[in-house]
């Protein structure tokens, strides 16, 4: 079984995406081709934002903020604690500091009552200052951005939305990608939208930051890019992405989206009818929120300790069945972080999930193998 069937969905889409590669090589122009353009015109319609800049991968995305804001020295990012590594690194590599937020346990995002307690811990001890807030949309939900943005804008911080794993939620039909004042996404092949390689985007309203993100991803380019007037990086989406995308895009938005959240709720089915009296004190599903449409970059159960959810993954792998542990170790654990202060609040959920949570099989070319996968779960359970 695969944890993410990109084979299958290559069968499906072969014939246009061959029909894509054949024309960006007949072409030759693979740097800044029409593709990309055309892509950027299509995903910005997509998620609701009047501009996306592509670029090199979600990491770069996330860089391309912190840099188009200009944060460094003694300013500090709020990020949640239960992430992937990008989230915080990009904060420090600009030389900011990172400071972890915990998350709430029913939709794994940022807690927002822990982002008050750390923005007003940080501004008591006066060392640095609170700039920025990184909400993440796990595993394809989006943050409770009703709750978050207020935040944000009573302590004067800009919100940047990591939607690298996020693309194609929504909150009562406002898509993710449209909620910072800058949101990113990532096009790693494992994401909801994946390319086939790596590759990125940067979305806003504003006009002014739209213009300074265009210049800073191609070297801080200025008339054209041998006139450049601010420090940037290299980081372009090849015309190859962008030609694949745009036939993924559409498959996306016409059934794929629609057919994981399918395969979502077949999961749920086959855990009530199979498992109906583990659930909410052995295993705990995913709960998406009212209003709320995830894009399930993840579908991922919450064990009760962490040898049950150890036990369980060797079990279904033995089996042949994949089951992945997003993530294993809080961000204030990383060894990268090591002789920062960036814990400024209590951090205990995430540590809980961290060891017990277990994420399944999914994608939207499932077929029935929720069945095969809840059926080993419970013979997990009962051999016990
Ligand atoms: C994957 C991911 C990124 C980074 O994306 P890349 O394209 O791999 O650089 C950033 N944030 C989160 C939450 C991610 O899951």
Known sequence: MEFRDLKKQYQVLKKDIDEAMTGVA???????????????????????????????????????????????????????????????????????????????????????????????????????????????????????????????????????????????????????????????????????????????????????????????RI???????????????????????????????RAFADYELRDVNTAAQKYNEQFEDKLRGLLGSKIKLPQVKEGYVSSWAQYTIILEDKSTRDGLQAYLKDRGIPAMIYYIKPMHAQGAFDGVKTVYTSLETTDYLCDRVLSLPIHPYMTDEQSEVVDCIRDYFNAR
């Open 26 to 216: 007949a072409s030759t122009a693979f740097i800044s081709g029409p593709a990309v353009a055309k892509l950027e015109q299509e995903l910005s319609e997509y998620v609701g934002a009047k501009h996306c800049i592509s670029c090199a991968n979600g990491t770069d995305a996330l860089s391309l903020a912190m840099m188009a804001w200009g944060y460094g020295k003694n300013d500090a990012v709020f990020v949640p604690d239960f992430t992937f590594f990008s989230s915080g690194e990009i904060v420090s590599h600009c030389g900011a500091t990172p400071v972890f937020v915990d998350v709430l346990e029913d939709s794994f995002n940022m807690n927002p009552q822990s982002l008050i307690e750390a923005i007003e811990a940080v501004k008591a001890e006066g060392k640095l200052t609170p700039r920025c807030v990184i909400a993440v949309d796990l595993f394809g939900q989006s943050v409770d951005y009703d709750a978050i943005r207020p935040i944000a804008n009573r302590y004067g911080l800009t919100l940047l939305e990591d939607a690298a794993q996020g693309f194609g939620g929504s909150i009562r039909g406002k898509m993710n990608c449209s909620f910072g004042d800058i949101s990113t996404t990532s096009f790693f092949p494992a994401k909801p939208l994946g390319c086939y390689g790596d590759g990125g985007a940067v979305f806003t309203d504003d006009d002014d930051l739209a213009a300074l993100l265009r210049s800073l």
């Open 219 to 249: 070297h801080g380019k200025g008339a054209d890019k041998y006139d450049n007037i601010r420090i940037g990086l290299n980081s372009r989406l090849d015309t190859m992405q962008a030609a694949i995308l745009s036939v993924k895009l």
